[in-house]
């Protein structure tokens, strides 16, 4: 499964200014699923992605595409065909650009709210606390980027994770799940408040990064003992520390990663053993592919809650955690002045997010947009807001259409003119000239 950058522009929504592109998703011909185009917009910190939204068939494949944005619209052009004709056709994203708003939005509301409480928001990636589906899905606040459980129970904020293969994947840098959270690889922050209710009889995992699946390295993570210690676990080694911990008792505990191969943990911001050096993703030959919550494949049982797990895209200082840590304690405990109309957000923790989401219902379901092909047939469109980013990738300037050839392309209600492919150069200069008329 490779994906290629097809398109690629800057724009300024919602008062924020972002990056959207286009990738078409190539799977190999063991895996018998068709090429595909996702759509991504990121902020430079965090990052959603829509799609499959446009699917190749052996009569009908995307050859190029390119994505406009003007007077507030979002369009994308595309050439589509066979070998023998193609089609450009000019499709409007109207749903995608109503979805973009809307996220973009609870990005806002979220960080006014925690910034209010003085809670770090300098690059906070994703938040995952009261919001989840089926208990089978627990749904990132800012949502970009869930997790997914197992075996497990709803509670507020959280779940409770008990007995043989209960625990949470968080799939941050995993392309099997389209998502690219790059950085993981380099320096992050992952805190989150945990609660042991029962010591095992081994050594269980509670919060940790992993190499991608299939290499079973636990780069850098926490455990607890039976002997009621610590453990830190770094390259996939256990080591039992000094500090002990209390059954029923509340902790807030860190894992962070700096430079790509400094790991330290923390719990209630205090360094648990030592900041150990870690092989980076260059010498392991493998990077993060995901963060496992509450538990990890092969561990003969939990009995632990955790909530509130905060995701950082850098490392935070002492103070930063603390501050974390104490002021979003007193939001748990009691309202505080809101944000916005973002009434009690905490207590439960972010509870009220849906009221946030101001994305119109569809017919179809959540998420869910409707385009034509060039036949005139309808077709359903997932647009997910599960989401990848490649990198701390530079504004190319201002709103406008800094293209890249490369493949990709989406069916919408648009016009079509067919001919050959040396029609797309032509046809995109002349939409470009149309735009820019005044």
């Not at 799977?27 to 992605?49: C, I, K, Q, Y």
């Amino acid at each position: 499964k490779l994906a290629y950058v097809g398109a690629l522009i800057t724009a300024t929504i919602e008062e924020r200014k972002v990056m959207l592109y286009t990738q078409k998703v190539r799977h190999s011909p063991e895996e018998n699923e068709p090429n595909a185009l996702h759509l991504w917009v990121t902020d430079n910190n965090r990052t959603f992605h829509f799609g499959p939204f446009s699917v190749d068939s052996a009569e009908n494949k995307t050859f190029a595409n390119t994505l406009l944005y003007s007077d507030g619209e979002l369009y994308l052009l595309q050439q589509r065909g066979s070998t023998t004709s193609t089609a450009v056709s000019l499709a409007r994203l109207t749903e995608e650009l109503s979805k973009i708003k809307s996220v973009l939005s609870t990005w806002k509301k979220l960080d006014a709210f925690f910034s209010e409480s003085s809670i770090p928001t300098a690059g906070l990636v994703g938040f995952l606390s009261d919001a989840a589906s089926d208990d089978v899905t627990w749904i990132d606040e800012y949502r970009c980027l869930n997790a997914s459980v197992t075996k497990a129970a709803k509670v507020e904020n959280g779940f409770k994770f008990k007995g043989p293969g209960s625990g949470a994947t968080w799939p941050v840098n995993s392309w099997l799940d389209n998502n690219q959270y790059g950085f993981v690889n380099h320096g992050f922050t992952l805190v989150a408040m945990v609660t042991i209710h029962q010591a095992s009889k081994e050594s269980t995992s509670l919060l940790g990064a992993s190499l991608w699946e299939g290499q079973g390295t636990k780069i850098i993570g926490l455990s607890y003992g039976m002997n009621k210690t610590w453990e830190t676990v770094v390259d996939g080694k256990t080591t039992a520390q000094d500090r002990t911990w209390e059954l029923g008792r509340e902790y807030q505990v860190a894992l962070m990663l700096q430079g790509g191969n400094k790991g330290s943990v923390y719990v209630n911001g205090k360094l648990v053993g030592n900041l150990e050096t870690i092989r980076t993703p260059e010498e392991q030959g493998v990077e993060i592919s995901h963060f496992y919550i509450g538990g990890d494949e092969g561990d003969s049982g939990s009995d632990v809650t955790v909530k509130n797990v905060f995701l950082y895209n850098r490392p935070l200082s002492s103070t930063e955690m603390s501050a974390l840590r104490d002021k979003f304690t007193i939001l748990e405990r009691g309202p505080e002045p809101q944000v916005g109309g973002a009434s009690q957000l905490i207590g439960p923790a972010v509870s009220a997010l849906s009221g946030l989401e101001e994305t119109p219902a569809d017919p179809m379901g959540p998420d869910t947009s409707r385009s034509r092909t060039e036949g005139g047939e309808a077709q359903g469109r997932t647009a997910t807001t599960q989401d990848a980013l490649t990198g701390k990738l530079p504004y190319a300037g201002s709103e406008g259409t800094a293209r890249e050839a490369g493949d990709g392309g989406a069916n919408g209600d648009s016009s079509s003119v067919y001919g050959s492919g040396m029609l797309l150069p032509l046809l995109l200069l002349l939409g470009l000239w149309e735009f820019a008329a005044p």
